[in-house]
């Protein structure tokens, strides 16, 4: 009996061991057990498991059209949460092993690394496409393909408090003469953060009539850098003049600048969509971005939509059900509802607009560029926030040569790749 | 004392019981050898095993239905050895090392294996996959729908031989068929209605569920327009509408080629992984080969890294050993004030100090970087009445501050550590000292410090080795910044080697991802640490001579 506790302990131990291996394995082993059933039930029609990838901000909208689908298709929809920024990462080392999902939500600006690795199929839109706003095809359109099914438009615009100022600024000078005129402990908040917001500040940017790549005429980017020259430095210069007076601020992140202008500290706030929800209270008008340079000023348009798997084992369900399901006014309504994004489809983004500051969002979008989908893309974030912070704060001391270093840094490492 | 080698002194605890005495005497009384003994600690052995068996041949029945062969292999070996050691009586030891095995197996070697894989691999962007899944892409890339060509509503059918067709309305009415083989061709006697055929001579036409059973099928039916291949072929992708489509690439399986069918320029494989043409144009997608070295060519020959590198592996070595220092000292200290029995309420007391230790390390690291804020954060704001001061911004004070929160993190530990093993240092020892007239300084010198060195000091090295890639406290803190301004690399002056790693090879999104690059990196850091280790180790070995 002495003997028997040592062999209890042991094979546990072998027990949790084996058990701890057959745990790693068991996702793929959950795969053949449901398509085994899948097979066996066949017949009476209710087949296959249709899995999609969503964030927590559109699984119920996506939910809603899923059941419709389940209903006409008798097929299974299974919706796998997770969070927006892992899921890029996700489904390029999951889909070549052939666990990733059949759909997943995404941003068009991913495209341009999905394609380079394989992972996204075309999916031909036939009619459907006409219905959609220009730019969001455009978005998701690389070298004649459409790679995914767009469901929201989302860019930023001037917020304002009405109750702060009363008009819309026409230029940068103005806005922060209305804000100073406010008495607000901010004439102007736009977030920043220590490591900079490119995003926030491309308008601004293009303002000076410097983009970051030269786009060719359907509007589609090149790898060429075109945030350089003159233009790129009176911006630098500018930042610096902004950041020297105290409008920009490194410190204001945004939570900071979001929390700040839902006390009413400062009548403007260069944000999007999403912030709205943290403003309930105040009279709120959406307004083009005041431009600081001679250009008007362009924020980067982001196109959300669905992407489908290059290995989903199910293509067909996939693509009736982006197509004909996803593709509705109702279905797109659905998700404008749930997460507040204009939608893409024209005839949902029109009844969207009866709310002014959907409707607001959705001209200033109207005069937007695409985020760039091109994988250089990536290269150019990495150096670009941090220069302009840099030069706002005054740690890089003469703007010109900060900015034109960072060009010469982002060309070596856009080379380098 | 202090055991100095463990693991024979556990060996012969465990042989004690088990092997020596009554292993050996129970075979001489009556011949009841564990396995044959039909007590309850066989039954519980039998149905354990059975359930582990149980355990092992589902995961090897699933392996095999996804046709994981490694992993179907490689349960078979561990079911064999599992049975063959615990149903033998001669492999006594080996009943208690083998679960040790196993996991030393799954989760050490093999992922220390793949890692070495992937060093010698292109996986990255670019190379994300194997060939297979590159040449897939590439031609359901390449098949693109023939501008202006029409849309149609489809109906998929089956011919009475089973093979799938598609049946189209034409604009003018009229009802076409055709199957893969057979291109499409009117039928006179076919109805239709709202633009969809509803019957037609010699064909049924598929239910949804029907179809959806037959859904590969379905989705890889080319049906041609004609028997010019050049007008392309009608392909439905949901089973609903279906569109004219032509390839603009071809694969030559018997040659492992990719051949153009708009100007017959062949690609074939390069060594990296990419479909290349005679003159130099390379298909966008590639796949994963064993590029031998070329990684760590490139992690050592990349000019942008050469100045930083230096500066981030000094930055290192100097991180991880103020950080043991530091938390080592502080512990200490600690340890030794609360270990004097005069300080009353030294329960709470200890209590207290260990909660930074019982705090998640990332969370920590992002409410200090929360704390630290240069405007907002309330040690600027609220301690320091409103001073800017650059804590996380300013190249010194960022490294200052990093070993300040790495201190607050850390010492929690150290102090644990030192409590036990002031208590274990047996107080014959100092009375024996005091007797022959040592003083304090004298006794903490000869006495207490060697014997804590000689219990505290693995830990310390390991300590050490932690620091050296504590890649979370980096990254929540200060993501590296901030940034080098005199360098053309993203990188800052709080990077060390593990965060540069990240950056270098594409795993924070800032250049193409690179996994290659980035185990052969890992590799390089391991090394470095292996080494460190290995010398600090033979240190301690003096130490013990002590005793």
Redesign the interface.
């Known amino acids: ?4 506790i ?3 302990a ?13 745990g ?2 068991e996702p ?2 959950a ?3 449901t398509e ?1 059933t899948a097979e066996e039930e ?7 498991t249709l899995t999609i990838w969503v964030d927590e901000t559109r699984q119920a909208a996506v939910e809603a059209a899923a059941a419709d689908f389940e209903a006409e ?3 299974t929809v299974e919706l796998v949460q997770k969070n927006f920024d892992d899921i890029r990462p996700d489904f ?1 080392a999951q ?2 092993t052939g666990e990733g999902p059949d759909i997943t939500v995404g941003a068009h600006d991913w495209l341009g ?1 999905l ?5 996204v ?4 839109l ?2 459907a496409a006409e219905g959609f706003e220009q730019v969001a095809l455009e978005a998701f359109t690389q070298d ?2 459409v790679y995914g099914l767009p469901y929201a438009v989302e860019n930023i615009a001037l917020i304002r408090n009405t109750d702060l100022a009363a008009e819309a600024p026409a230029t940068w000078d103005a806005a922060v003469a209305a804000g100073q005129a406010a008495g607000t402990p901010y004439p102007i908040l736009i977030q920043m953060g ?2 900079g917001d490119p995003y926030t500040m491309y308008p601004f940017q293009t303002s000076f009539g410097a983009p970051v790549f030269v786009q060719n005429e359907d509007g589609s980017y090149t790898p060429e850098l075109a945030l350089g020259g003159e233009a790129g430095t009176a911006f630098a210069t500018w930042l610096q003049q902004q950041g020297a007076a105290g409008v920009l ?3 204001v992140t945004y939570d ?1 600048a979001v929390e700040a202008f839902a006390n009413g500290e400062s009548p403007f706030i260069i944000g999007g969509p999403w912030m709205i929800e943290s403003f309930e209270g105040l009279n709120l008008a959406i307004d083009p971005i005041p431009a600081a340079g001679s250009q008007p000023a362009q924020p980067f348009v982001g196109v959300a939509g669905f992407y489908v798997s ?2 989903s ?5 996939a ?2 059900f982006l ?2 399901f996803m593709a509705t006014e109702d279905a797109q309504m659905a998700l404008y509802e749930a997460g507040g994004r204009p939608p893409a489809l024209i005839a949902a983004a029109d009844t969207a607009s009866a709310d002014p500051i959907t409707a607001g969002f959705r001209a200033v979008g109207a005069d937007a560029v695409p985020m760039p989908s091109i ?1 250089e893309m ?2 150019v ?3 670009w926030g ?1 220069t302009e912070a ?1 030069i706002v ?1 005054g ?2 001391a003469d703007p010109a040569a ?1 900015w034109e ?1 960072m060009v ?2 982002i060309q ?2 856009l080379d ?2 | 004392m202090s055991t100095p080698h463990p693991p024979q002194v556990e060996a012969a605890d465990a042989m004690a019981p088990g092997d020596r005495t009554p292993g050996r005497a129970r075979p001489r009384r009556s011949g009841t050898s564990p396995a044959r003994d039909f007590g309850p600690g066989f039954l519980v052995k039998l149905a354990l095993m059975a359930l582990i068996n149980a355990l092992g041949v589902w995961i090897v029945l699933a392996a095999w239905n996804v046709g994981s062969y490694g992993i179907l292999a490689g349960m078979v070996v561990i079911l064999l050895a599992v049975n063959i050691v615990y149903f033998s009586r001669r492999t006594l030891p080996m009943k208690y090392i083998l679960p040790g095995l196993i996991f030393l197996f799954a989760f050490q070697i093999f992922v220390v294996v793949y890692t070495v894989f992937v060093a010698f691999t292109n996986y990255g962007d670019g190379h994300n996959s194997t060939k297979q899944d590159a040449v897939e892409f590439l031609l359901i890339d390449n098949e693109r729908r023939v501008e202006g060509s029409d849309a149609y509503q489809v109906s998929v059918v089956e011919q009475d031989g089973g093979a799938l067709g598609l049946a189209v309305v034409t604009g003018s009415g009229d009802v076409r068929v055709g199957t893969a083989e057979e291109p499409l061709r009117t039928v006179e006697d076919g109805t239709a209605s709202d633009g969809r055929v509803t019957e037609v001579p010699g064909f049924t036409i598929l239910e949804r569920g029907a179809i959806l059973e037959r859904a590969d099928e379905v989705t890889e039916l080319r049906v041609p327009l004609s028997e010019d291949p050049e007008e392309g072929s009608l392909r439905t992708q949901d089973a609903r509408n279906a569109y004219v489509f032509r390839s603009a690439l071809e694969y030559d399986e018997s040659e492992g080629v990719m051949r153009s069918l708009v100007d017959g320029t062949v690609y074939s494989p390069s060594e990296d992984g990419f479909f290349v043409s005679p003159d130099g144009e390379q298909l966008s997608v590639g796949w994963r080969v064993v590029v031998g070295a070329e990684n760590f060519v490139t992690a050592f020959s990349d000019q942008r890294y050469a100045e930083p590198f230096v500066k981030i592996l000094l930055w290192t070595f100097a991180f991880a050993f103020l950080s043991v220092v530091t938390t080592f000292l502080l512990g200490l200290f600690f340890a030794i004030t609360f270990n004097d029995p005069r300080l009353r309420g030294r329960k709470i007391y200890r209590t207290l100090l260990i909660l930074p230790y019982a705090m998640p390390g990332f969370l920590a690291a992002l409410l200090w970087a929360g704390l630290l804020n240069r405007r907002f954060g309330f040690v600027n704001a609220v301690l320091l009445n409103g001073a800017e001061i650059p804590w996380l911004t300013d190249p010194t004070l960022a490294k200052l501050s990093i070993i300040g929160v790495n201190l607050w993190l850390g010492f929690p530990y150290m102090f644990l550590i030192c409590t036990g093993a002031l208590q274990a240092i047996p107080e014959d020892l100092t009375e024996a000292a005091k007797i022959d007239g040592a003083g304090r300084i004298r006794m903490w010198r000869s006495i207490t410090l060697p014997l804590l060195l000689v219990s505290t000091g693995p830990l310390l090295i390991s300590s050490f080795a932690f620091n050296f890639n504590n890649f979370t406290l980096v990254y929540m803190l200060t993501q590296g910044g901030p940034r080098f301004t005199d360098t053309s690399a993203p990188l800052g002056h709080t990077d060390i080697l593990i965060t540069m790693i990240y950056s270098v090879s594409g795993l924070d999104g800032s250049a193409p991802r690179d996994y290659g690059l980035a185990s052969a990196l890992s590799i390089v850091v391991f090394i470095i640490v292996a080494t460190i280790s290995a010398l600090a180790f033979r240190r301690t070995r003096q130490l013990e001579e002590i005793n």
């Open positions: 009996m002495r003997r028997s040592p062999f209890v042991v094979a546990l131990g072998a027990a949790l061991t084996l058990s701890a291996c057959g790693a394995e793929e082993a795969e053949p057990t085994e066949a017949p009476e029609g209710d087949a296959e298709t008798g097929a390029l889909v070549p690394g394609t380079a690795n394989g992972v199929a075309p999916i031909e036939g009619d004649g393909q220590e490591t601020d490194t410190a900071v290059a290995q084992e199910n293509a067909l369900l693509n009736d197509v004909n994988p990536g290269s974030w990495e150096f941090v840099q704060s740690a890089a900060a270093q010469a840094d070596a490492a380098a790749a």
